[in-house]
């Protein structure tokens, strides 16, 4: 009997096991293939802080969902409609995210009494072995003695053997959805080219999960999930971390500086310290610092040789840095922060996401130190915003936040990657050579974008010294003259207010330009609130989605959109950070929706506060 | 044809600036050898940079007419491991204090000194905190009255010397504010040495630590307490020279070479031996303790390792050796992509 074909539009599955079962990469592969096959896809890798957490208990659940589809994709999905689980730990944390009539895949080998006791299941109780599950459809497979016969001959010790379980999921997880293998299986060949044993275990493995499927007369149904219709172009997919060192190597690229990127790893920052270090053939130069403090104050000493000096953190990273960074405002040289924010406050929740940065960018340090402050708002957004804070930084000689968290720097999505042609130039003025009888040479002269020059040594005639305490306006010299230190405050204020001169103005995302409702976000929300939008619209609701980028200076047509709505509701994954800095400087009632869970928005949630809002 | 241009001098270091260290301080006599020596070097004055941290040494850059960055509080050797990175052909001078190299920037420090940027650095050691009026500070010897330690400190003080080598430093010297001429020998011996070269100076607060260095620098007390170490010869010091110092197995020993003991026995100092400048920066006593060892000045140690940025520079050119010219459109596009018409 051979399976029927079934097709779906948009389908989210979820793979959850112990961290450890190779989760996460069973997901991105899987991930890949949907890509390469025309599928959208948005993904949501969630794992535990631990390296190890204890295996088989809740808290050592890692999970990796992914949404693929023929129609566009935005969000990695409310729910899943297939969850995957290698344990029973896996079935208790992630159960109450599928939906109803989903498909169940548990591997039993991992229902046995002692994992069922550790994910505190009572004495007795077997979610397969009672009705519990009755409104889903439940396959079970052994994964564990499968791969153990698959691979009863290779002479591997069993936990090795062990190891691969994961390529059997993914094996019969292709066959499901009629994917080939191929992509995979290149991935293998190349990850373990130096042990052609595990490359021929691992395939062995993952083509047993695919023939278990088709061989199995269990499984009646197979599903199929078409190409998307997305623009034209030529699609490659991407994470939000690796889009982000793209981005700075663009930058760098395109204005032909030197990117120095000064760093101290840090969750969920790291992977973009691990992309730029692979990438020194651009002369790229990665310096891993002792700490976080030398990691900025080493960016901002390349900046001073004429560099492009950026660093990485996450918000308790971007504390300890807070000092330099006021330094650098005060030396008004270029400087890039990239702050991939995650649970806070202190250590929070190094592994969750969270919005909760934004006024520790804004007002985190002594004195009144403005930055300029940009955010992305999906994975492939990275790229462009990591270029235009580069194109800030170095135009307009200041400090810029680059803003992302953990949700968007770890998911995936396709890219219809740009050709460098196509970037925006980005202009470097090093100041010029002077000759004995040229007058003084200025470092504190301001341009029309109250920028000063970049005097770099090495440069005749332009030595000359900055520093921490407050500058004469125009000569630099130290001064203490109460005057003085109000006009320079209101000069540095001025300079990234006028930022605003040279960016885009604020576009609509979607919705009507005036109207009842206003859904103004930033940052990761942006799947879940266009998600949400578009359902709602559909529905015949007025409302209306924008979704600002550039957070200090605003587009200075911000003010002017807000006031073309009778309501601003802004959805925030923090207390109300945005809401506090947009009441503030326009005065307009916006209503704050806030979710501090360590979790994005889901558009469910989005959609029912539209409702709930236009209901009234 | 132009004439070729004068030589600099002393002159063209200074800045217009008004120097602001309290009349007497021996910051001056530092600044003074520094400018005499620069124009010696052969650097064209706008490839120098001075970066400093934060305390009174740390004014040092504002007086010297070359780029200069007064950053913040320890993070001086930071900012010079950044900019070292980008343009390693600059001369960078690193100035700094016990305070604000030993303490707050203590970490920064050793792992500057581990990484060997080739760089200069000077710590002005007062063993006090001058700028901000007179605490203990980490270089300051346990018992020090202060106003933060007005039954005297409990801190068992760091001895820069043994720390710069155990942080495994390619060079160390020590020298002091009242000898200006050795204090410019040593400020050139670490301008020619390729690494991260630690100048210890000891400098007189004389408002706040007054006095600190005296048995070292006065006529009456110098030739007893102080030892210059030169590659080649012997370490000898006293009046006339009449005493040494012998290696007993690894425990240096002060001999009377007036009372029988033969100069061919005496340690000779060879900068290059890493177990003896280790002994040698344990010559720390408290010149108050009976017996005690001279204090050493001079050249400890130089030994000649790779420096961080050049081993950057050549991975660099390593992977454009074998991947090519980074080509932005090929990064761009990534290895697997799909085309949707």
Redesign the interface.
Known sequence: MSATLETRKNVAIMFAGDSGDGIQLTGTQFTDTAALLGNDISTFPNFPAEIRAPQGTLAGVSGYQLHFGSVEIFTPGDGCDVLVVMNAAALKANLKGLHTGGIIIANTDGFDAKNLKLAKYPDGVNPLKDSSLDKYKVYEIDVTKMTRTALADSGMGTKEIDRSKNMFVLGFIYWMFNRNMDNSIAFLKDKFKKRPDLVEANLKVLKAGYHFGETTETFNARYEVKAAVMQKGEYRNIMGNQATALGLIAAAKKSGIELFFGTYPITPASDILHELSKHKNFGVKTFQAEDEIAAVCSAIGASFGGSLGVTASSGPGIALKGEAIGLATMLEIPLVICNVQRGGPSTGLPTKTEQADLLQAMYGRNGEGPAAIISASTPSDCFETAYEACRIAIEHMTPVFFMSDGYIANGSEPWIFPQSKDLKPIKIEYAKERNPEDAKFLPYKRDEKLARPWAIPGTKGLEHRVGGIEKENETGNISYDPDNHELMVKLRAEKIERIADYVPLQTIDNGPAKGKLLILGWGSTYGSIKTAVIEALAEGYDVAHAHVRYLNPFPKNLGEILFNYETVLMPEINSGQLIKLVRDKYLVPAIGFNKVKGMPFTSTEIKEKIVELLKK | MESTLAPLTAKDFV?D?DVRWCPGCGDYSILKQVQTVLPELGI??????F?SGIGCSSRF??Y??????????G?A???????????P??SVWIVSGDGDSMSIGG??LI?LLRRNFNVNLLIFNNEIYGLTKGQYSPASPAGKITKSSPMGSIDHPFNPAALALGADATFFARSMDRDPIHMREILKRSNSHKGSSVVEIYQNCNVFNDGAFEVFTEKGTKKMETLFVETGKPLVFGDGGNKGIKLDGFTPTIVDLTAGASANDLWIHDETDRVKAQILSRFFDDPKMENHLPRPFGVFYEEKRFCYEDA?LA??A???K?????D??A????K??????
């Open positions: 800045t600036q064209a004055r706008e490839n120098i940079v970066v850059p504002y010297m007419e070359t780029f200069g960055m007064h950053s913040i509080h993070r050797a930071a900012v010079a491991s950044g900019l070292k990175a980008a343009r052909e600059l970490n920064h792992h950057m991975q660099i390593e992977s454009i074998t991947k090519g010219d980074g932005l459109d990064l761009l596009r990534g697997n992509t799909w085309k949707i018409n």
